[in-house]
């Protein structure tokens, strides 16, 4: 499979009122045609920020130094006006708020119909066509009617449709998926799931699936990257990931994630917990970031940042001291 | 399946929060708010230090020296159709317009917490009742209000004061209401109410704290309308009565003579326009720096 | 046969709607009965606008009920007049959704967790501080955060807070609202973990408001099902788990996707289609009819009433299920 995208030492510093924040730290990644690269990890690690960087949508003072590479083009050093076209027809992004990036005073068929008119010079009955067609693909009941409702008169499941609908408008190569189930039901999380599934199927784009949570990755992923305190932690094919973690912050969320199956009244059975608390994202020591939580630490974790090396194929780790690997374990 | 648990009772790191002193960092950000407060400051010190700072008696009139230009030997801003020294009447008429502001907006505050705590917190009859008041005295104009308490009792600096707090109280009532209603819906709140907590507890120790710094603002917006207040008063004659100077009553002396000696109207004009500015400046500045959005 | 300490009998909760909705009323809880024993854990899962927080705010009486009735100890509490109610309340305690806004940013850790002990009177101010420093400790925290603001501690802390003051009153029964949602998954971990320890040792019983099946799972004995103001399955977590009946039950389990990709992607999903109706006019019948494969005429007509699957009391409302159960019973 040929390599669509590529980002290689993406490092990203933001300010804010207290100062620098360096949300992204030296991260690379490579995004295959018509794979799904899923960047896992919690609140605040650096997930929206690295996705917001790729296409400079960042504040004006952010600090973005690295090589994203996208179909041979480094979109950092790009002209912003070459990078405007290829954002949303190449390159289409579901941000991670729904209610906030829909504009509230157009219907979904005007948001719809100005994407298609931008990039593809779609307008009247021609545009009106296509946009019902993308919102049957999202499998919304009677398009032509939804077409002149505004956000409000949606439901955030339908709203989150209606979001990749648009993304989906210029048939881009690389869909970038910003939580997109993180507000929704189970039911409706699983509806979307199934559509991007087989979007992705019927389409075959590339898919860089931002999420917290595990199950999703699960369901979705071809491979999987970690992230921890803006660096990236591991990143393995997802079968591996799940059965054979390395780092041990990967394998400390996979054992602290209540499941299915798991039950407190069983054999005193108890959740993992990590200690400890995500550290601020400043002045970060030239020491791995999870150390003081680590129960693998050792004296040299903390006085060196481990890079990412692989350990196995096809799967790489950030670790001085990575879990043992699991006889058997391979899928 | 046994899995090991990690020893670990959660650890004590403190989060990078804003602290008091980032407070003041934060407001130090906002120039308008720091002129604002630097306004604000020059006037109260200014009021608090006017025997010391003033060269004449405010009241005595000095016989031949009426209307003198400013500028003149003696007299750097002139002096008034009395002839008495028109910056020591300024510097002196601050004392009064301050005292009517804040006393006003003061007594404004004291009426208005408890019954918009009761009224936000409880609803019901109780802010059936609250809101039906404010309407009425919505209803009527505030000089109306301030005319017939000074037409029934006289114009006296109290009843000016009494008359510009009723006027400031639907406001106020109104700001007290709303924040009490928004926090009674806060879970920390109807923690307390499940705790069982009393209910006069709950609205001393959650709801008054927590409202303060909105109430602050009102504060600061509520006394240069005061002040604002009492100088339309001084023209009706019903302000601060002479020989005591206000900024307001000066203004009012000034009208016969604004053709040919302006200065004595726009100097205090200048005076009430600087006050009441500093005060809005402030006002805004505490505003955002309340707002949690801003941070 | 143990004792139930809270049994709610017909719960009815509406609310005024929203000024368009021209003057009806949102119908947040419509039927619920369910009861939780002598130190047990129910969980209450379903989704978004289910009412599971407007029953749970009933329980404690935040809310007065439309209709129904709740009794905490054989007591009947749905109407009773706050003063009656005020001794009562140490008894009952609550646990907060969000970690930011279930603690006063303007009173110190100690403050808030001291504040159910002084509403009450019952301990002299030494005892109390005592009290309060076992409790903090037992929630897990140190010392040193006694003295902070809840803007200088972490989600997880402030959630512990939040536990510490709930239970320094040691009450019988115990509402937790989701009190894990906001939280990270390693930081969701450690409290789950101190309440199923504080489960064991203090003896609460819990009512525990999830939409988190996996957590339902791991903490509850007991589960019931919401949907759209109604239980429409309850029984133990084996039952509910391992032998749902209700259609709904049954997507939802499907629905929930599986932290591992093996089991996840093998594994047959029926997920109902569409979206719960509004509660301003749920439809007549049984209210899932609109999205549930199994509907027929009946079930858009009249509004199933409880089955007994087992004896133990697996529960559920669904015609089909029921027709099914007779034909079951007829065979045998
Ligand atoms: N515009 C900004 N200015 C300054 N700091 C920012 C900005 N945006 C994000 N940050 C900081 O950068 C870090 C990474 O944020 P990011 O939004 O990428 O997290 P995330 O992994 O997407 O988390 P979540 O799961 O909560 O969405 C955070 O510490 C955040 O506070
Ligand atoms: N005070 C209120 N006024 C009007 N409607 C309300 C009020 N509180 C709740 N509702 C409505 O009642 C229904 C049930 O709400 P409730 O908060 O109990 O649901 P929930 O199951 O807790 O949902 P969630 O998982 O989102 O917390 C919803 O439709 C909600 O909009
Ligand atoms: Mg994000
Ligand atoms: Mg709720």
């Known amino acids: 499979m040929a390599e669509l995208l590529s980002v290689q030492d993406l490092q990203v510093r933001l300010f804010d009122r207290l100062g620098v924040v360096v949300a992204v730290r030296d991260v690379s990644l490579s995004v295959e045609e018509g794979e799904v690269v899923a960047l896992v990890g919690e609140s605040g690690c650096g997930k929206s920020v690295t996705a917001l960087a790729l296409l400079r949508l960042l504040p004006p003072d952010a600090q973005i130094s690295g090589r994203v590479t996208f179909q041979g083009r480094d979109l950092l050093q790009l002209p912003l006006k070459e990078l405007r076209a290829i954002r949303g027809r190449d390159i289409a992004m579901v941000f991670q708020e729904p209610m906030t990036s829909l504009n509230p005073s157009f219907t979904i068929g005007n948001q719809i119909g100005e994407v298609l008119r931008l990039h593809k010079g779609l307008r009247g009955q021609q545009a009106r066509e296509r946009a019902s067609e993308l919102l049957s693909l999202v499998r919304i009941g009677s398009p032509e009617q939804r077409l002149r409702a505004y956000p409000h008169q949606l439901s955030g499941g339908m709203r989150q449709r209606a979001m990749i609908a648009m993304a989906l408008a210029c048939d881009p190569k690389l869909l970038i998926l910003d939580e997109p189930t993180t507000a929704l039901d189970v039911t409706t999380q699983a509806q979307i799931l199934d559509i991007v599934r087989d979007l992705r199927q019927r389409l075959g784009m590339s898919i860089l699936l931002i999420t917290h949570d595990l199950g999703v990755v699960a369901d979705l992923a071809d491979r999987v990257a970690v992230m921890y305190a803006g660096s990236k932690v591991e990143d393995a094919e997802v079968h591996r990931l799940f059965a054979a973690p390395r780092h041990p912050y990967t394998a400390g969320l996979l054992r602290a994630l209540p499941r299915r199956g798991r039950r407190a009244g069983d054999a005193q059975e108890r959740l993992l917990e990590i200690p400890g608390l995500v550290p601020v994202l400043r002045d970060l020591p030239d020491a791995c970031a999870f150390a003081p939580r680590c129960p693998r630490s050792q004296d040299d974790c903390s006085n060196q940042h481990p890079g990412l090396a692989p350990c196995e194929a096809d799967h790489r780790v950030a670790c001085l001291h990575p879990e043992p690997i699991v006889a058997g374990a391979h899928p | 399946m046994t899995i090991a648990t990690l020893p670990g009772a959660e650890p004590t790191i403190a989060l990078t929060q804003p602290s008091r002193q980032g407070w003041w960092r934060r407001f130090r950000r906002r120039p308008p708010a720091v002129i604002g407060l630097a306004g604000v400051v020059i006037v109260v010190l200014v009021a608090l230090l006017a025997p010391l700072l003033a060269h004449y008696s405010p009241t005595v009139s000095q016989f031949g020296q009426v209307l003198r230009a400013p500028l003149s030997p003696g007299h750097i801003l002139g002096t008034d159709e009395l002839g008495r020294d028109e910056l020591s009447r300024l510097i002196y008429g601050s004392q009064s317009t301050l005292e009517v502001g804040v006393l006003a907006t003061l007594l404004a505050m004291v009426v208005a917490i408890p019954i918009g705590i009761a009224s936000g917190y409880y609803r019901g009859p109780i802010d059936m009742v609250a809101m039906r008041i404010t309407d009425v005295v919505l209803a009527f104009p505030f000089l109306l209000i301030a005319v017939g308490l000074a037409a029934i009792f006289g114009p006296s600096l109290q009843n000016i004061i009494v008359a510009l707090g009723v006027a400031q109280l639907p406001g106020s009532i109104r700001i007290a209401r709303a924040e009490a209603m928004a926090l009674r819906e806060q879970d920390f709140v109807q923690a307390a109410i499940v705790t069982g907590v009393r209910d006069r507890v709950i609205l001393f120790r959650h709801l008054f704290p927590n409202m303060l710094s909105p109430l602050l603002v009102q504060a600061s917006v509520s006394i240069p309308a005061a002040i604002l207040g009492s100088a339309l008063l001084s023209y009706l004659g019903l302000g601060v009565q002479p020989p005591t100077p206000s900024w307001g009553n000066m203004l009012a002396s000034a009208q016969t003579y604004l053709y040919n000696d302006p200065w004595i109207a726009i100097f205090p004009g200048i005076a009430i326009f600087l006050t009441t500015l500093s005060f809005n400046l402030l006002g805004d500045g505490l505003r955002d720096l309340f707002d949690p959005s801003m941070r | ?332």
């Open chain 3, 1 to 332: 046969m143990t004792a139930a300490v809270l049994e709610v009998e017909n719960l009815r909760m509406e609310f005024r709607a929203p000024r368009n909705a021209g003057g009806r009323r949102v119908q947040a809880v419509r039927d619920v009965s369910l009861e939780v024993q002598e130190g047990e854990i129910l969980g209450l899962v379903g989704e978004t606008g289910s009412g599971k927080t407007t029953v749970g705010k009933c329980v404690v009486r935040l809310l007065r009920p439309t209709a129904g009735s709740i009794r905490f100890m054989g007591e009947d509490i749905t109407a009773m007049p706050s003063s009656q109610l005020r001794p009562l309340r140490s008894r009952i305690q609550m646990v907060f959704q969000d970690p930011y806004s279930s603690l006063d940013p303007r009173m110190t850790v100690s403050q808030i967790v001291a504040e159910p002990l002084r509403a009450h009177g019952t301990h002299s101010r030494r005892e109390a501080a005592g009290l309060v420093r076992r409790t903090v400790e037992r929630v897990g925290l140190s010392q040193q955060v006694l003295d902070r603001y809840p803007n200088e501690l972490s989600g997880g802390q402030r959630q512990r807070v939040g536990l510490a003051r709930a239970l320094v009153l040691e009450p019988r029964l115990l509402i937790a609202d989701e009190p894990v949602s906001a939280l990270d998954v390693s930081v969701r971990a450690g409290i789950l973990n101190l309440l199923v320890d504080l489960q064991r040792t203090m003896g609460f019983s819990c009512l525990f408001i999830t939409h988190d099946l996996s957590v339902a799972e791991f903490l509850c004995d007991r589960v019931a099902v919401m949907y759209l103001g109604e239980i429409v399955e309850v029984g133990t977590r084996d039952e509910v788990f391992g032998a749902a009946r209700h259609p709904y039950t049954r997507s939802l389990l499907g629905a929930a996707p599986l932290a591992d990709p093996v089991e996840q992607r093998s594994r047959q999903r029926a997920i109902l289609p569409g979206e719960p109706p509004s509660a301003i006019d749920p439809p007549p019948g049984c209210s899932l009819n609109p999205r549930c494969p199994l509907a027929d005429r009946r079930c858009t007509e009249e509004a199933p009433g409880p089955t007994q699957v087992s004896e133990g009391g697996h529960v559920v409302r669904c015609h089909r299920v029921q027709e099914q159960l007779d034909l079951e019973v007829a065979r045998s």
